[in-house]
């Protein structure tokens, strides 16, 4: 069955530094998001993406965050200059269709921890 | 003001019990997901549903667009169904992938 995959699945990181978030959603999908979720709380949303650029973001996404498709596979999502608050995991999803009839596939999670 | 609140927070139960987790909702919806999230951190999407009801194997979904309420039953639970269940909503006019999402109960099926 295919899947989303993320990289790293782990990563420590010093405030301030830059990190990218690697994603590579289903083959023939067309609708990719990323939320977070900072440990012990619940899911947030933060960014969807489709036909090369941004269709929705929420609050959670200022101009520290950034998100690409530098080729036809991955998906990414860049945080400019981290902050101790940055610490969470966070998921990669995708789908195939924008209408309703289609649920999201999500990847197993990028742990980021920021110190 | 929690827009998706779920109900109960924890569960415990034996393992072969019937179990209902609850979901309600204050926002004007396009569809409700029920997602597990296993011990890992992983989440499985298990159900998108906009009406009625749907199952797949021993897990059921309902909801009910005019209570804006949905439940999740799992039948004959077993061990292996241990694991936080997620309500998520996409709300009216936005889109499919902006969820708004419940705090989660966490299933403990003891053997």
């Known amino acids: 069955e295919p899947e989303v995959t993320q990289t790293p699945s782990h990563q420590v990181t010093q405030m301030g530094q830059e990190v990218i978030l690697r994603c590579v959603p289903i083959s023939n999908h067309l609708y990719f998001y990323w939320y977070r979720q900072i440990l012990g709380q619940k899911v947030e949303f933060l960014v969807s993406f489709y036909n090369n650029e941004i269709s929705e973001k929420s609050e959670i996404f200022d101009d520290q965050f950034s998100v690409e498709r530098p080729d036809g596979s991955n998906f990414t999502l860049k945080i400019r200059s981290t902050k101790l608050e940055d610490s969470a995991m966070y998921f990669c999803?995708?789908?195939?269709?924008?209408?309703?009839?289609?649920?999201?596939?999500f990847g197993p999670g990028t742990r980021l921890l920021v110190l | 003001k929690n827009e998706v609140e779920q109900s109960p927070q924890n569960l415990t139960a034996q393992e072969g019990e019937f179990i209902t987790i609850n979901c309600s909702y204050s926002?004007?919806?396009?569809?409700l997901h029920w997602l597990q999230q296993h011990p890992g951190g992983g989440i499985v999407s298990l159900f998108m549903?906009?009406?009625g009801k749907k199952k797949h194997g021993r897990l059921i979904a309902t909801i009910n667009i005019q209570e804006k309420h949905s439940s999740l039953h799992i039948t004959a639970s077993h061990p292996r169904d241990s694991a936080v269940y997620i309500c998520?909503?996409?709300?009216?006019?936005?889109?499919?992938?902006?969820?708004?999402f419940g705090k989660g109960t966490k299933l403990s099926v003891k053997p």
């Open positions: 926002v004007g919806i396009s569809a």
């Open positions: 549903l906009s009406s």
């Open positions: 999803a995708s789908s195939g269709r924008r209408d309703f009839q289609e649920t999201q596939y």
């Open positions: 998520a909503v996409s709300q009216l006019g936005g889109s499919q992938g902006n969820l708004i």
